[in-house]
């Protein structure tokens, strides 16, 4: 199952995906000024390459002071501010469209989730079917095995797997490999399918061991899902919960298909809104960060530390009904997972005097159940 702290993995991640979309355009806006000042190979007239030089420097310094927001004067030469609009023109355009489509990819990677999870249970039923075609061994236990019936006739999983195109379709090779040489080899699968007559908790004990220790552990299989999937690190920790809860629901012959969340429209609003409030979070907090980070410019501060700061300032702005202790907490363990040994006394001590700062001047205002209403 989905919780909060999953959904803020992948909105930092695609935060600091932003960040270096946006140095990447900054680089792009620079090569357009250059190419505005290079000479003009196929022009008849002789090129002042020193004054093109010098028009190209005035230009940069321009530029750079307008990407930063200062205040700047327009320069006397035409030709100079031409190219600077131009070039914060293709900046801010590339940005816009970087925004959009990283707002968008978090929501569609997140519903990938359910694929992924699709994928494991529909491995178990590929290796149930290359186990019935086995002459030399007898894999009844397995073949048969009730619980993978049960995937089997799942008339929803079925339907599912049919719309997504089964990817084990398209590497049967692979999934013969690791039938022969890891589940086979496997010593509690040789115990399982050796035994007179598993029990129901045998039963369910195999699969979760399969499951955990075999798909979704070290090896080969994960090795397939981490190529396929580049946020696979975190995304198999979802994946392993729900098919650990799909094989505890195998009761009277059925299993129940976990949902990745309980109510997803307000998964995908939180993502969104956390995602573009952090973009577009008020110069005033960002000097906050830096007022309390020993007067750093912000843009000096380890990415990874400032991302997680702007998020958590974002979030206790912009989220009533999350209480302000929660977000510290969350995103000190982010910091925990994600960053320096050394940032998480650091990002706990500029949160909580910068918290305490927005409290009494109301830039935060708490309000719901368990919270009192800050007035």
């Known amino acids: 199952m989905l919780n909060r702290r999953s959904l803020r993995i992948k909105i930092m991640q695609s935060l600091f995906a932003f960040e270096q979309c946006k140095e990447a355009n900054h680089l792009l806006a620079h090569d357009l000024i250059d190419e505005k000042f290079q000479p003009d190979l196929n022009s008849m007239e002789p090129q002042d390459k020193e004054l093109l030089r010098k028009q190209k420097k005035v230009a940069m310094q321009l530029f750079e002071r307008k990407y930063r927001g200062k205040e700047t004067e327009e320069n006397p030469d035409a030709k100079i501010n031409n190219a600077v609009d131009e070039a914060i023109e293709l900046f801010s355009k590339q940005v816009k469209k970087d925004q959009s489509f990283l707002a968008k990819n978090i929501v569609v990677e997140t519903e990938k ?37 049960a995937l089997i006739n799942h008339t929803e999983l079925s339907v599912a797997l049919l719309k997504s195109e089964n990817v084990w379709q398209k590497h049967k090779d692979s999934v013969r490999s690791w039938f022969k040489e890891i589940i086979k080899e496997d010593d509690a699968y040789q115990e399982f399918i050796a035994s007179k007559k598993p029990t129901e908790e045998n039963q369910k004990s195999i699969i979760k061991h399969l499951a955990r220790k075999r798909i979704l552990g070290a090896g080969p299989i994960h090795d397939f899902f981490e190529a396929e999937d580049i946020r696979w690190a975190e995304d198999r920790e979802i994946i392993k919960s729900l098919v650990d809860k799909t094989i505890k629901s195998f009761e009277g012959g059925e299993i129940t298909l976990q949902k990745l969340s309980l109510d997803w429209d307000d998964d995908k609003l939180f993502i969104t809104k956390l995602f573009a409030n952090t973009i577009n979070l008020d110069e005033k907090y960002k000097q906050l960060i830096a007022q309390n980070t020993r007067n750093w410019e912000v843009d000096r501060l380890p990415l990874t530390d400032r991302v997680i700061l702007e998020m958590a300032l974002a979030e206790m702005v912009t989220f009533p009904n999350i209480p302000v202790k929660v977000t510290i907490n969350e995103y000190i363990e982010l910091t925990k997972e994600y960053s320096t040994p050394k940032s998480r006394q650091f990002i706990n001590g500029i949160l909580d005097v910068m918290s305490k700062s927005m409290k009494d001047s109301g830039a935060i205002k708490k309000s719901g159940r368990g919270l009192i209403d800050n007035k």
């Open 113 to 149: 989730l359910t694929n992924l999870y699709y994928a494991v249970l529909s491995l178990l039923i590929e290796f149930a079917g290359l186990a019935a075609a086995e002459k030399k061994i007898d894999h009844t236990h397995f073949a048969k095995h009730p619980l993978i019936q």
